[in-house]
C-alpha cells in the first residue's frame, strides 16, 4: 500500500510486478541518458562561435542521427512486447475470481466453491475503526492463496470499472457484456490495496479493492466455512 510521500511505485507482491519494476527503471535510464546528452547539447549551442554560412546538408550525419534513435527505441520496444506477452499469460491458475463492477461497489463470486458471493464496500469514514485506512478499506475482503497462480475475470454490471491491484501490476477494465481475463500470483502473506481507476462516475474514488493473501491450508478453512 502506498504511504505518505511515496511517489514512485509499491513494493512487488508478485513476480510480474518485479518485472514491471525492472521495465520501468530500464526505460528510465535509457530517459535519463538521453535528456542529458540533449540538454548538454542544446546547452552548449549558446557558447557556439562557430558560423558557416555554406553548409546546407550533410547525408552521413543525417544518416546517423536518424537510424540511431530507431536502434534505441528497439531497446525499449522489445522488453516491452516481451512483458507485454508475459502479463497475458496464464499458468494453470488454482482458483478463478470473478469480480464485477458495480456503481459503485465490486461484487465477487468464487464460482469453482459452490459459488460463493458477495460485495465488497468502502467503510465510510465515520464508520472506520483507529487502525482502518481511510477510502481504502471495506466491508468484505477478498481472501486469495498466497503462492498459488490465481485467474482474475473482471466485468461490470452498469458501466466500466477498473480492478486495478498496484502491489500485483494488475489492472483489468471491467466492461459491461465482456468478461476479461488476467492472472497473479502472490508471493507474500498481508494485505494488498487497490481502487478502481477507469473513472465511473460520481463515487469512482469509493469502490477500493482488498485482497486477503493468506496461505493455502488457511484458505481452504475459509472457502469451506463460507459452504457451510
Ligand atoms: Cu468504478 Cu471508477
Same mark, same amino acid.
Not at 481504502?136 to 466500466?160: K, W
Not at 468478461?179 to 469502490?207: K, V
Given at each position: 500500500?502506498? %504511504?505518505? &510521500?511515496?511517489?514512485?511505485?509499491?513494493?512487488?507482491?508478485?513476480?510480474?510486478?518485479?518485472?514491471?519494476?525492472?521495465?520501468?527503471?530500464?526505460?528510465?535510464?535509457?530517459?535519463?541518458?538521453?535528456? +542529458?546528452?540533449?540538454?548538454?547539447? $542544446?546547452?552548449?549551442?549558446?557558447?557556439?562561435?562557430?558560423?558557416?554560412?555554406?553548409?546546407?546538408? !550533410?547525408?552521413?550525419?543525417?544518416?546517423?542521427? %536518424?537510424?540511431?534513435? &530507431?536502434?534505441?527505441?528497439?531497446?525499449?520496444?522489445?522488453? *516491452?512486447?516481451?512483458?507485454? /506477452?508475459?502479463?497475458?499469460?496464464?499458468?494453470?491458475?488454482?482458483? %478463478?475470481?470473478?469480480?464485477?463492477?458495480?456503481?459503485?461497489?465490486?461484487?465477487?463470486? /468464487?464460482?469453482?466453491?459452490?459459488?460463493?458471493?458477495?460485495?465488497?464496500?468502502?467503510?465510510?469514514?465515520?464508520?472506520? *475503526?483507529?487502525?482502518?485506512?481511510?477510502?481504502?478499506?471495506?466491508?468484505? =475482503?477478498?481472501?486469495?492463496? $498466497?503462492?498459488?497462480?490465481?485467474?482474475?475475470? +473482471?466485468?461490470?454490471?452498469? +458501466?466500466?470499472?477498473?480492478?486495478?491491484?498496484?502491489?500485483?501490476? +494488475?489492472?483489468?477494465?471491467?466492461?459491461?457484456? =465482456?468478461?476479461?481475463?488476467?492472472?497473479?500470483?502472490?508471493?507474500?502473506? !498481508?494485505?494488498?490495496?487497490?481502487?478502481?481507476?477507469?473513472?465511473?462516475?460520481?463515487?469512482?474514488?469509493?469502490?477500493?479493492?482488498?485482497?486477503? *493473501?493468506?496461505?493455502?491450508? /488457511?484458505?481452504?478453512?475459509?472457502?469451506?466455512?463460507?459452504?457451510?
Amino acid at each position: 500500500m502506498s %504511504t505518505w &510521500a511515496n511517489l514512485g511505485l509499491q513494493d512487488s507482491a508478485s513476480p510480474l510486478m518485479e518485472q514491471l519494476i525492472f521495465f520501468h527503471d530500464h526505460a528510465m535510464l535509457i530517459l535519463v541518458m538521453i535528456t +542529458v546528452l540533449v540538454g548538454y547539447l $542544446m546547452f552548449m549551442l549558446f557558447f557556439n562561435n562557430y558560423v558557416n554560412r555554406f553548409l546546407l546538408h !550533410g547525408q552521413l550525419i543525417e544518416m546517423i542521427w %536518424t537510424i540511431l534513435p &530507431a536502434i534505441i527505441l528497439l531497446f525499449i520496444a522489445l522488453p *516491452s512486447l516481451r512483458l507485454l /506477452y508475459l502479463l497475458d499469460e496464464i499458468n494453470e491458475p488454482s482458483v %478463478t475470481l470473478k469480480s464485477i463492477g458495480h456503481q459503485w461497489y465490486w461484487s465477487y463470486e /468464487y464460482s469453482d466453491f459452490n459459488n460463493i458471493e458477495f460485495d465488497s464496500y468502502m467503510i465510510p469514514t465515520n464508520e472506520l *475503526s483507529t487502525d482502518g485506512f481511510r477510502l481504502l478499506d471495506v466491508d468484505n =475482503r477478498i481472501v486469495l492463496p $498466497m503462492n498459488s497462480q490465481n485467474r482474475i475475470l +473482471v466485468a461490470a454490471a452498469d +458501466v466500466i470499472h477498473s480492478w486495478t491491484i498496484p502491489a500485483l501490476g +494488475v489492472k483489468v477494465d471491467g466492461t459491461p457484456g =465482456r468478461l476479461n481475463q488476467t492472472n497473479f500470483f502472490i508471493n507474500r502473506p !498481508g494485505l494488498f490495496y487497490g481502487q478502481c481507476s477507469e473513472i465511473c462516475g460520481a463515487n469512482h474514488s469509493f469502490m477500493p479493492i482488498v485482497i486477503e *493473501s493468506v496461505p493455502v491450508n /488457511y484458505f481452504i478453512k475459509w472457502i469451506s466455512s463460507n459452504n457451510s
